[in-house]
């Protein structure tokens, strides 16, 4: 009788953490950051039907990196998950700190009972009425949280980045100067990997997926901004 091939759990789950790292870092990065005017995401993404920054209830909104089906469908299920809970209840009991918690039960569960792990890391944020209410989130793919202040980023060179970001962000930034902010972080990845301070590449509107959660809407925060509006 064959004997079954064995491997360590400390090295499998090594082995499944570095096969998500790996499908994460090959995408592009997401930048969120908090400002006077609500909360803002952006992304390299020149596709407009294909979006990595969603809507999920009121005041909720999501950004992911990783394989497209995997974070689809996490989306579609926090979509349901809010709508359920919203009508169940209230929908003032939906909330950023939940959905975080029900997407890290699913990752979590995924990465240690499945043979393949979710190659995705989401963030989930909701704007409060005032910046020091605003709330982000940052899942990884074993299910980890991590409750992030004022600003986060995502995927491809995200420690890098994450520190520049972190040089350039401070409280009660105008919403231009959070795409300016934004755009310029994201154009700090080239070809060879991270650029230096002021080579950033120049990206185009037509290249980017911007989103905003409007403190000052009472409900439906989430918008998209495009064109002109990125140019400020």
Not at 10 to 29: N, T, V
Request: glycine share 10%.
């Amino acid at each position: 009788m064959n004997m079954p091939f064995y491997v360590s759990p400390e090295q499998l789950m090594k082995d499944r953490a570095d096969f998500a790292r790996k499908g994460i870092a090959r995408g592009r990065s997401v930048v969120v950051l908090s400002c006077n005017d609500g909360i803002l995401f952006a992304t390299e993404n020149p596709s407009r039907a294909l979006h990595k920054i969603s809507e999920i209830y009121d005041r909720i909104a999501f950004a992911a990196v990783g394989k497209y089906n995997e974070f689809e469908n996490l989306r579609v299920a926090g979509v349901r998950y809010a709508d359920l809970r919203g009508y169940s209840y209230c929908r003032l009991d939906v909330t950023a700190r939940g959905l975080a918690n029900a997407y890290a039960q699913t990752l979590g569960t995924v990465f240690t009972t499945e043979s393949k792990p979710l190659e995705v890391e989401l963030a989930v944020a909701e704007v409060g009425f005032t910046p020091d209410d605003d709330q982000i989130y940052r899942l990884s793919y074993d299910g980890s949280v991590a409750d992030e202040q004022g600003h986060v980023v995502m995927g491809g060179q995200a420690d890098a980045l994450g520190t520049r970001l972190a040089e350039g962000w401070q409280a009660g930034l105008t919403l231009s100067e959070a795409i300016r902010l934004a755009t310029r972080t994201l154009g700090a990845v080239g070809g060879d990997g991270l650029l230096e301070p002021g080579s950033e590449r120049n990206l185009t509107p037509d290249g980017l997926e911007v989103a905003l959660l409007e403190r000052a809407r009472p409900r439906r925060a989430f918008r998209r901004l495009q064109g002109e509006a990125l140019l400020g």
